[in-house]
């Protein structure tokens, strides 16, 4: 298998989305499979759009996700500088070399003039592009207009016969009639490149073997495959991906349960559910969902991706993460569990939190959580100095609804069982409930939806008798009678 070189090259825009980063995902696993590369540039030569402290949190992403770099802009390597506006005079020099033989030419058209020429274009119901008015000026006065220092972009001249093929990965042979484009800017007046330029030089520079991108970029393949042969440089392997969509079609967005990969971090995923289900978000092997890195890095190839646009499934990566809990050795999800608590546990709970105590109750909660911030609404009430009371409406439901009284004196009864339960443990606790219930007139299910209640303040909880053991007999038994108080008043 040879080698591949294959790089991730975000524009400092933004945090990077689950769509952007998917394709970095997939860039860095087959660059891992195959024994090769794997290289960060940024792609910043669109200045006005740039944010910042944008490149730093792009490479927290990649490093929280476990995507480790060979070459970039923080720890360079043999074809640096990794950023692009730190080599314009490649590009420069590149289209020098175009307009040289023939294939570039200075443009010094308006912006209102190209307003104009789109605003008839679009009246006469035609393609909109540049028609090329600028192309026929002779080279010795675009020479001296240039001397001037008239404003002007650089645009390619496109050759108005014949067609050009692209070879896709994925979809083979794409060819288009080579009339159907128009001559677009490769220099922009500032001095910058666009992405039509800064593409083969970089890519060709850096010798980059595949080029892996949205299919958004399809379209203007055959622009770039016209400057590799204009420039006379080897066309890389393309592979263009579709897009991610929402749920039902459309644009994903973050009401769909998409966010900045930092925001799941922060969300309590984790960064090995996170890949493998951006992995398996257009690609598989077999009905197998769950794979582990290596596993991942032995299987994957850009050629088995799928042609058909993914659906962005929430619930699966929920679930996934999910599985992925569970699979943790115990006392690294308590320690996981600890450090989420710390984050969003009110201030009075005195930190750090005693570790034990997590790891007492982590076999209770580890099925019952998708992602580590859902730990909190189930064990707050361990924590707190008095469990909160519900809302009497909460205790006076099906056998109990109108029956306050009723209730009240189950709950009472429960509160004098348990004073009298020795040791104070689970298998003890359960029994004098049980032992209760099977004396009383109300249904086991009804009396421990109250005690769960009165003893958790909420109706769903750890397993509940495990529960009141660790919340202490005192705790336990007041939270209890304060309850029946409150359903008597």
Request: include cysteine; charge should be negative.
């Amino acid at each position: 298998m040879t080698p591949a070189r294959v790089r991730y090259a975000p524009s400092p825009t933004g945090d990077p989305h689950v769509g952007n980063i998917r394709t970095a995902v997939w860039t860095w696993l087959y660059a891992r499979h195959t024994g090769g590369q794997f290289l960060v540039r940024l792609e910043d030569t669109d200045q006005a759009r740039a944010v910042e402290g944008s490149l730093e949190r792009i490479l927290d992403s990649l490093r929280w996700l476990g995507l480790d770099w060979d070459e970039g802009p923080d720890i360079g390597g043999p074809y640096e500088p990794y950023v692009q506006s730190e080599r314009l005079p490649l590009y420069q020099a590149a289209a020098a070399r175009l307009i040289e033989q023939g294939n570039a030419y200075p443009c010094f058209c308006s912006s209102e003039e190209l307003d104009a020429l789109r605003t008839r274009q679009q009246k006469e119901k035609r393609p909109t592009g540049y028609e090329g008015k600028c192309r026929t000026i002779a080279p010795a006065e675009a020479r001296a207009r240039l001397d001037t220092g008239e404003p002007h972009v650089i645009r390619f001249a496109t050759p108005r016969e014949g067609t050009t093929t692209v070879v896709d990965l994925l979809r083979g042979d794409v060819t288009v009639e080579n009339r159907t484009l128009d001559d677009f800017v490769i220099l922009k007046s500032d001095g910058f490149p666009t992405y039509h330029l800064a593409h083969p030089v970089d890519d060709t520079a850096m010798a980059i073997t595949h080029v892996t991108r949205g299919d958004e970029w399809l379209p203007s393949a055959p622009r770039h495959a016209l400057l590799f042969d204009a420039l006379g440089y080897a066309r890389p392997t393309y592979v263009h991906t579709p897009i991610i969509l929402a749920p039902g079609g459309g644009k994903l967005s973050k009401r769909h349960g998409a966010k900045f990969v930092l925001e799941y971090a922060e969300e309590g995923y984790l960064a090995d559910a996170l890949l493998n289900f951006l992995c398996i978000t257009g690609w598989g092997h077999g009905d197998d969902t769950v794979f582990t890195r290596e596993r991942l890095i032995e299987l994957f190839d850009l050629a088995d991706l799928s042609l058909n646009p993914a659906t962005f499934d929430v619930d699966k990566l929920n679930w996934l993460n999910g599985v992925y809990l569970r699979d943790m050795p115990e006392r690294d999800l308590a320690e996981l569990l600890a450090r989420r608590l710390e984050l969003s546990l009110p201030p009075e709970v005195l930190r750090p939190l005693d570790r034990a105590f997590v790891e007492a109750f982590t076999p209770l909660v580890r099925e019952r959580i998708q992602v580590l911030s859902d730990v909190t609404a189930l064990v707050d009430f361990f924590y707190l100095d008095e469990v909160p009371t519900p809302p009497r409406e909460e205790f006076l439901q099906k056998r109990f609804k109108d029956d306050a009284p009723g209730a009240a004196s189950a709950i009472e009864s429960v509160a004098d069982a348990l004073e009298a339960v020795t040791p104070w443990e689970t298998p003890a606790i359960e029994a004098s409930m049980r032992a209760l219930a099977e004396t009383s007139s109300v249904k086991v299910g009804d009396l421990f939806t109250l005690v769960r209640l009165a003893v958790t303040g909420k109706r769903i909880s750890p397993p509940l008798f495990e529960s009141i053991e660790l919340l202490g007999d005192t705790k336990a038994v007041d939270s209890l009678r304060r309850a029946a108080s409150m359903l008597r008043a």
